[in-house]
Structure formats: structure tokens, C-alpha cells
């Protein structure tokens, strides 16, 4: 289904702060005069904030979907988005990270956190893990990692480390494949952050605080992993760490991380390990089964319950309007946080109306 100016309107207007202007037959949102998000005459394309050094990135990713502004406002951090290109989970990230950008932090969070889901009983995550489960050949590529890599990857093979990307790219993280002759940027910094990390294994009910910090400090460096003029950046990151070790780790998605922890960096990568450790213990109290038998009660049989978690924030945070889980609303890589117009100024998070 295609998204429309009622769709903006609505997310919009269920921010803090945020007010529709009309100027010069152009909807516009803008929080004091500082415009986040602003529609074209027709409709057809949305302008929204975004960081300016990470545009281009964007823009390359996908350039039938994202285009850079015209020449009079590249100086600021705005980007153009072709409406009927977008899906509703992507168009509620993209409209949230804009609005981020311009209110202070303290009212992003308190906002952000909000919202936040009660921890999940047995029927939720039931309930949950059927929409999840329904999607077509939802696990298939996850089984197909898990068939190539047994019993578990090791990043210090070339070809476990070419499965890894591979599986990474079908979830929609977009990273570039090297042509022949060309060097590896993906696989030369994951066979060195491979051999500067040591994993836990626990499952995530198990998991002690010291693990949890490991955890995160090899999430952030992973995250922070060049590769040429981006990163491999938080969503990849926290999926490779799922893959790595799939009892352990509850990843997440863009949507997931904003409207949970307010922010992508390791210390709110902490804090949702701190979550679905939480919700695991509950859930295995709970039910009185170990985690085996558990899924499979949810009806998931043979995955770890971090999977059957994010899945059920998956459904409760950035599922919109039945779409099956698109990759690219599923994963957004290193398209990050968001821009504006009024046009937001290069540097941290001004603007001024176009």
C-alpha cells in the first residue's frame, strides 16, 4: 500500500512539538520555525531532515527511492524522498529520526520511552510469533545461513565470512559485493574485529552483566566497521551479533532501537541485551519449560528465543499496515537518524524554512 500525505500528517502530528503549516501550497512540519518535513505541490515527493554527511550514502543505496535537494540547499541536512517508493515502517523511521533532529534530546527520550511495550507475556509472544511466522519464507534465508555455516560461523573463514554478507544483503543492509580483483572491505574488518572480540555463548536468560558489556563494546566497534565512505552501522551490526551467537543475542532494527532506547550507539545496545534478558527470564518463568520446548509451545520450533523476541517487537514496533517484513523496512543499515525543511543547517541539528 502505498503511503499518502495522511500517513505524514498522522505520524507527524503524534510528535511533541510538531505543528502543520501550509506556505506557498506546500504541507509542511516544523517545531518552532524549524521545518523537519515538508511535502511537494503534488505530493509525490517528502523532504526530510537527515544527517548531511550520511546523504550520499543513502542517496547511492537507492537512488530510484532517495534523491540529494537542489543545489541552493545542499548546504543544509535535507534529503528528497519519492513517495511512492516508501513503505509505512520506512516512512515512520524516517519521519521520527527527522523530528529527532530537532528537539532537544531530553524531550526525544522521554517521548521515545514512552512508548515503550510492556515485557511480553506468553500469549503476546504467541500471538506475535504467528503474524511473524505467516510471512512467506520469513526464515528461509536464516536456515539457509545456519545450513552453510555448521554448526555455528567462524569469522576467521573466508567463506563463512562471504555467507555472513550474503545473509546480511537478503535482510536488505545493501552492502556493496567486491568485484573481481577488487579488495573486501566487509571481509578483511570482519576477520580483524573477529580476532579482537571473544563472544559469549550463554543463552540470554544466562547472561551475566560482564557478558552483557562484551557484548556491547563488540557491538559498537562492529557497528563502526569502515567500509570505504560508510560503516557497516548499527542495524548490520546487531545482526551480525544475532548470527554469531543467535542463543545470545536479541537484535534490532532501526524502529526497534529509536523508539526503545532514543539511540543506536553501544550503551542502548546494553540496555536492549538488559531488555530481552529481562523478558527471557519472565518468559521462562512463566511458562516453566527451558527454552527449547518453550519456542516450540510459541510455535517456532528450533529457534532461539532472542529471535522469537525481536520478533515480537518486530510485530508490536515496526510492522505497519500488514506488509510482509520487507528488507528494506526491516533493516536500515547505515541510513541512521534523520534531516529537515525549513532545511536543517549543516551542523547539530539546526534548520531554516526553504
Not at 510528535?15 to 517545531?31: A, S
Not at 509472544?125 to 539457509?144: I, K, Y
Not at 532506547?261 to 542502548?268: I, K, L, S
Not at 538488559?274 to 529457534?303: F, K, N, V, Y
Request: net charge positive; proline share 6%; with cysteine.
Amino acid at each position: 500500500m502505498v503511503v499518502t500525505v495522511e500517513d505524514v500528517r498522522r505520524l507527524a502530528l503524534a510528535l511533541p512539538r510538531t505543528e502543520e503549516h501550509l506556505v506557498r501550497d506546500r504541507v509542511k512540519f516544523r517545531i518552532g520555525r524549524i521545518v523537519y518535513l515538508a511535502l511537494s505541490r503534488d505530493e509525490s515527493e517528502l523532504g526530510f531532515a537527515f544527517p548531511k554527511e550520511e546523504r550520499a550514502a543513502l542517496v547511492a543505496s537507492e537512488p530510484a527511492k532517495f534523491s540529494l535537494p537542489g543545489a541552493g540547499d545542499l548546504r543544509y541536512n535535507w534529503v528528497h524522498a519519492r513517495m511512492s517508493a516508501l513503505g509505512h515502517g520506512e516512512l515512520a523511521e524516517l519521519v521520527t529520526d527527522a523530528w529527532r533532529m530537532c528537539v532537544p534530546a531530553k524531550v526525544a527520550r522521554t517521548h521515545l520511552e514512552g512508548g515503550l511495550p510492556a515485557a511480553p507475556g506468553l500469549d503476546e509472544l504467541r500471538e506475535a510469533a504467528a503474524v511473524f511466522g505467516a510471512f512467506p519464507g520469513v526464515d528461509r534465508s536464516w536456515r539457509a545461513l545456519a545450513a552453510d555455516t555448521a554448526p555455528g560461523l567462524d569469522l576467521s573463514r573466508a567463506a563463512h565470512r562471504t555467507a555472513l554478507h550474503r545473509w546480511l544483503n537478503a535482510w536488505g543492509c545493501r552492502i556493496r559485493y567486491p568485484r573481481d580483483g577488487e579488495p573486501d572491505p566487509l571481509g578483511t574488518g570482519l576477520d580483524a574485529w573477529w580476532g579482537r572480540h571473544s563472544l559469549p555463548g550463554a543463552p540470554l536468560a544466562a547472561l551475566a552483566d560482564r557478558d552483557l558489556a562484551r557484548l556491547a563494546a563488540a557491538y559498537g566497534d562492529l557497528a563502526a566497521l569502515p567500509l570505504g565512505r560508510r560503516t557497516l552501522g548499527p542495524t548490520a551490526a546487531a545482526k551480525a551479533l544475532f548470527a554469531l551467537r543467535p542463543r545470545t543475542v536479541m537484535p534490532w532494527d532501526a524502529a526497534i532501537a529509536t523508539r526503545m532506547h532514543g539511540a543506536r550507539d553501544a550503551a542502548a545496545f546494553d540496555r536492549h541485551l538488559r531488555t530481552g534478558r529481562a523478558w527471557a527470564r519472565a518468559a521462562l518463568a512463566e511458562s516453566g519449560l527451558d527454552e527449547d520446548a518453550l519456542t516450540a509451545w510459541l510455535g517456532r520450533p528450533g529457534l532461539p528465543l532472542a529471535k522469537v523476541l525481536d520478533e515480537y517487537l518486530y510485530v508490536t514496533l515496526s510492522h505497519r499496515g500488514g506488509d510482509a517484513p520487507d528488507p528494506a523496512v526491516r533493516a536500515q543499515p547505515a541510513a541512521g537518524t534523520s534531516a529537515g525543511s525549513s532545511v536543517i543547517r549543516a551542523g547539530r541539528g539546526r534548520a531554516s524554512a526553504t
